[in-house]
């Protein structure tokens, strides 16, 4: 009877696990969020320049080791440091740190406009992970291919959000200049997109926090696990008593 009501205490309702439960039929939201990512400390940003004349190209490319054998060595990445700088070849220290991709391309091409004719600048973000935990099915840090991911899509990485996961109150923890900035986002909501945290960033972490139903659970687990430790103890005490006898 007990673990008959535990069993409907914990089934959870449609308005607890369906997502944007107020959309209607042919309805159009525009997303008009932005989603640009910016460079931070401690990034990974990989840079390499390219022109009409590949040779001219060359010192503005960092490798590791020496060409052998008509190889290429392999490229370097740039870490921005404490103070969002980097270290570029020829033209010396950049800052960095707050600026897009867009942003930073402009700016090499202007830098090096008095020693290459029309550059070519491509720009990658080495290091662009997000980490999902809590009531997800494959809770984890995962690598971001592209320059932007949803929230929903890093869910989706994580094997969705199991029924004991909830759904309207999601937390987003980001980093600004070492500052932590938490937001929650409602999953059950059209209006998601919306959010500031709809489109997640380098290094943000999502967590997905246990309903009711599952803090439960989890407690009848440790209940039962200690019960079981303790009935083996008073097993084993009764066995050795009446070996003893």
């Not at 869910?155 to 923890?173: E, H």
Request: charged share 25%; proline share 4%.
């Amino acid at each position: 009877m007990l673990f008959a009501g535990y069993l409907l205490s914990s089934c959870a309702s449609r308005k607890d696990v369906v997502y944007f439960q107020d959309t209607g039929d042919f309805e159009t939201l525009i997303d008009k969020n932005k989603a640009i990512t910016k460079f931070k400390v401690d990034d990974l940003v990989s840079i390499y320049v390219s022109s009409l004349d590949p040779e001219a190209s060359v010192p503005f490319n960092l490798y590791r080791g020496a060409s052998e054998g008509g190889f290429r060595a392999e490229q370097v990445d740039y870490l921005v440091d404490q103070d969002g700088m980097i270290d570029f070849p020829v033209i010396g220290k950049l800052k960095i740190e707050g600026l897009s991709p867009d942003e930073l391309r402009s700016l090499l091409r202007e830098r090096l406009s008095e020693y290459l004719k029309d550059p070519i600048i491509n720009i990658r973000l080495r290091n662009f992970t997000v980490t999902v935990l809590g009531q997800v099915n494959r809770p984890g840090t995962y690598p971001v291919v592209g320059e932007q991911i949803s929230i929903l899509e890093a869910l989706g990485l994580a094997g969705d959000l199991t029924l004991r996961g909830v759904r309207d109150n999601v937390l987003v923890i980001r980093d600004f200049n070492g500052t932590k900035v938490y937001n929650r986002i409602d999953l059950t909501s059209k209006n998601v997109i919306k959010s500031p945290v709809y489109y997640l960033t380098q290094n943000d972490v999502v967590y997905v926090e246990p309903n009711n139903a599952g803090v439960r659970e989890t407690a009848v687990g440790a209940s039962t696990s200690i019960t079981v430790t303790l009935i083996s103890l008073l097993v084993t005490s009764t066995v050795i008593i009446i070996s003893r006898n």
